[in-house]
């Protein structure tokens, strides 16, 4: 029953983080700590994030390779930290507080699609640069860096398939690093890589899924479900940890 659960939760937040670029860890999290030890899912949850290799590999004519480069460079500046955030502090507190910044965030996307004074504000290049060394700490310490990498791409990707395809590659490149630090940071168990095994066959089917609905979703529909699904999975993160904290 827990094995049918963690593949269907698999299957629809990959389906969701597909259409979106993003997402599929910040919205599978909060329910899969609840059925699985937290660190060990976390680090299952970034080894079968490779498998976005597979929306890079068909939108490659997509890829904005500049861009690509400034997001993986200050990720991984990132990324170190979030490893060792992970080792150390309860996931339950670095989830609660990701869980709120992606709220704030995905109301601000809103905001910015609807609200004139809104939009017309924009982000300093080293500030873009701070949202993505953010980024980096938040995918290493619980595989949810999607939130803060969001606030650079809307700004500096507008076609949505350049979306999908440059982040796709980002999360596949910055998994592999993220995968090598868990490793020096013995972290890394034979458990781990059986639940993403085990787990591979749904998340490639929620990819493939939500490309096939990607591309009959207009630019502006595509938005909002990019900053629904940030508020979405923030409540559910927060919610997530509340229930894990409230007495049996």
């Known amino acids: 029953m827990r094995t049918a659960a963690y593949l269907l939760i698999l299957f629809v937040s990959n389906l ?17 700590t609840q059925l699985f030890d937290g660190k060990m899912i976390i680090i299952a949850s970034t080894v079968t994030c490779l498998l976005n290799v597979y929306i890079a590999v068909i939108w490659r004519k997509h890829i904005l390779w500049k861009k690509l480069a400034v997001i993986v460079i200050y990720m991984c500046i990132g990324l170190p930290f979030g490893v060792a955030f992970l080792k150390i502090m309860p996931v339950t507190v670095i989830k609660m507080t990701l869980g709120i910044l ?21 982000f300093g290049k080293w500030l873009l640069r701070l949202f993505l060394v953010a980024g980096g700490m938040a995918q ?13 791409a809307q700004q500096e990707i507008r076609d949505k398939q350049a979306f999908r395809a440059t982040l796709a590659l980002v999360w596949t490149a910055v998994s592999i690093v993220a995968i090598l630090q868990y ?19 749904a998340v490639f089917a929620g990819i493939w899924a939500g490309g096939a609905v990607s591309r009959k979703v207009s630019q502006r529909t595509f938005m909002y479900v990019v900053n629904f699904l940030l508020i979405g999975a923030g409540i559910l993160s927060c919610a997530g940890q509340l229930l894990s904290a409230s007495p049996s």
Request: glycine fraction near 18%; include cysteine; aromatic fraction near 12%.
């Open 102 to 122: 992606m709220v704030v965030i995905g109301t601000y996307g809103l905001l910015k699609m609807n609200c004139r004074r809104v939009t017309e504000v924009c």
């Open 183 to 201: 490793g020096f940071a013995g972290m890394l168990s034979a458990e781990s890589f059986l639940y993403a095994a085990v787990g591979a066959p």
């Open 140 to 152: 290493g310490a619980v595989s949810g860096g999607g939130s803060f990498v969001i606030l650079y």
């Open 16 to 32: 969701l983080g597909s259409l979106a670029g993003f997402g599929a860890g910040l919205l599978s999290m909060p329910f899969l």
